[in-house]
Every structure is written in structure tokens, then in C-alpha cells.
């Protein structure tokens, strides 16, 4: 039995790396998905026809997170498509690594806006809605970067991601006690924003793993729909590490 059969997912920047992972994995499992994406077609085109593949209803929305008309917009479409949304994965997100001293506030700027700004905005209009549903799942892509893992050259990123998991407390807090609201915390993964870094800079970080490896975007996405699922009812505003033991 498909454990997400008719429940309406949206995953925002799902054309690729985790994002698209998890929208793949709720699709298998009979979930109605909405792909999120800002910029590149030819991935959300290709994330389309997996998703849509597995035979549910399946959306492809182009809206920037952090803009909030757009925001407006993508919700307006997703009620008028299914009427509901049980489920909103806050994925988008962005990494601008720079020198510390070349960090910019142009740069600043356009990191929270899309990794602090953007799960606000969706989270306040579909967090309304799960409100009067009396029912919703809210979980929020994060990162071990936004708890004990620094770095000066990923200084707004790892703020960011900080913010994030303040966020994903007070959101359980307002949307109480009908909706659930949680947070995954993934350490490095094997996905297109990490490919252009050095092979003996990724081989030292591998190194700081217990489990000697990065994660596949698949083993998060597993988290994350445990946190969907009724077998995590009884868990909210709470933090989970997927780090292999960084």
C-alpha cells in the first residue's frame, strides 16, 4: 500500500539534488507532487517526467521562494489544481562560497532571501491553510553547517542555515497543534552543488565522516518522509542530524 496516496506535496526547489530525490520518493509512494523550481527548465523538465511517471497528478511550478507574489501565486495554483496541501517540504536553497573577505552584502542578501525568507513565506500562506485543514507536515532542509559545522568561506550560508532551524521552532510553535514542523540537518551529500568543489578537498571532508562517505540524496529523502508520515505524529519542532557520524 502506498503510504502518501492522494496527499498533495510540495517540494520547493525540486529539480534536482535532494529536492528532486525526495520528490521522486513521495511519488512512489502515491503522493500528488509539485515540483518548485526557479531558474533551470531542463532540469525541472526532467524531474517532471520521473515524478509524473509513477502515474499521479504531478505539477511543475516556476516560482522564486523569496519573492512573495510568487509565493502567492504558486499556492493559488496548487488549491485551484487539488483544493489542499498536506504536506510543504522547504528545500530551496542556495550557496554562495567566497572568501570571507570577498563575502558581499549583495551575497548575504540573496542567501537569506532564499534560505530563510523563502521557507518563511511559504510556511506563513500554507501554514494557514494546513491550520484550517487541521492537519499538515511541514519540514525544512537545513544543515549540520547551521549547527556545529562552520566555515568562514560558507559564513552566510552557515547563518542561514541557523536561522533555518530557529524558524522550523517557532513555526511548530504557531502552527500548533494541528500541524507538525520539523527539520532535517544533512552533512555533505553527493549532489551537483557540491560537484565543482576539489576531489582533495572532498576526500579530506570524507575523512572527518565515520561512515567514510557522503550521503546519497536518497537517504535523506527517506528522512524526510518519515517526519511525513503518521509514524512521526507524535514528533514536532525538532532537529534531526543525517551526517554519518561527521
Same mark, same amino acid.
Given at each position: 500500500m $502506498?503510504?502518501?496516496?492522494d496527499?498533495?506535496v510540495l517540494v ?5 539534488? %535532494?529536492?528532486r ?8 509512494e502515491?503522493?500528488?507532487?509539485i515540483?518548485n ?17 509513477y502515474g499521479?497528478?504531478? *505539477?511543475?511550478i516556476?516560482?522564486?521562494v ?6 502567492i501565486g504558486?499556492?493559488?495554483?496548487i ?6 496541501i ?5 528545500n530551496?536553497g %542556495?550557496?554562495l562560497d567566497?572568501?570571507f573577505e570577498?563575502?558581499t552584502t549583495?551575497i548575504w542578501?540573496?542567501t537569506l ?7 518563511? *513565506?511559504t510556511? @506563513? ?7 484550517? $485543514?487541521k ?5 525544512n %532542509? ?7 559545522t562552520?566555515? #568562514?568561506y560558507?559564513?552566510?550560508?552557515d ?5 533555518l532551524?530557529? *524558524? ?5 510553535? $504557531?502552527?500548533a497543534?494541528y500541524?507538525?514542523v ?9 549532489? #551537483?552543488m557540491n ?10 571532508? @570524507?575523512?572527518k565522516?565515520?561512515l567514510?562517505?557522503?550521503?546519497? #540524496?536518497?537517504?535523506?529523502?527517506n528522512v ?5 508520515s ?5 514528533i514536532?519542532?525538532e532537529i ?7
Amino acid at each position: 500500500m $502506498q503510504e502518501f496516496k492522494d496527499k498533495v506535496v510540495l517540494v520547493t526547489g525540486s529539480s534536482r539534488g %535532494i529536492g528532486r530525490s525526495t520528490a521522486i520518493a513521495f511519488a512512489k509512494e502515491g503522493a500528488n507532487v509539485i515540483i518548485n523550481y526557479k531558474s533551470n527548465d531542463i532540469d525541472a523538465s526532467i524531474a517532471y517526467d520521473v515524478v509524473s511517471s509513477y502515474g499521479n497528478k504531478c *505539477l511543475c511550478i516556476k516560482a522564486d521562494v523569496s519573492n512573495e507574489k510568487a509565493v502567492i501565486g504558486m499556492l493559488d495554483t496548487i488549491i485551484k489544481e487539488y483544493g489542499k496541501i498536506d504536506i510543504l517540504v522547504n528545500n530551496a536553497g %542556495i550557496a554562495l562560497d567566497a572568501e570571507f573577505e570577498d563575502k558581499t552584502t549583495s551575497i548575504w542578501k540573496k542567501t537569506l532571501s532564499t534560505n530563510v525568507l523563502g521557507p518563511f *513565506l511559504t510556511s @506563513k500562506y500554507i501554514g494557514k491553510i494546513m491550520m484550517e $485543514q487541521k492537519y499538515g507536515k511541514i519540514i525544512n %532542509i537545513s544543515s549540520t553547517n547551521g549547527i556545529n559545522t562552520t566555515y #568562514p568561506y560558507s559564513v552566510d550560508y552557515d547563518a542561514s542555515k541557523a536561522a533555518l532551524i530557529n *524558524l522550523t521552532k517557532n513555526l511548530a510553535i $504557531q502552527f500548533a497543534p494541528y500541524v507538525n514542523v520539523n527539520s532535517v540537518a544533512p552533512g555533505w551529500v553527493d549532489t #551537483p552543488m557540491n560537484a565543482e568543489l576539489s576531489k582533495s578537498y572532498l576526500r579530506e571532508e @570524507k575523512e572527518k565522516i565515520l561512515l567514510k562517505r557522503f550521503a546519497e #540524496p536518497e537517504e535523506i529523502a527517506n528522512v524526510v518522509l518519515f517526519l511525513a508520515s503518521d509514524k512521526s505524529k507524535y514528533i514536532t519542532s525538532e532537529i534531526i542530524t543525517v551526517s554519518g557520524g561527521l
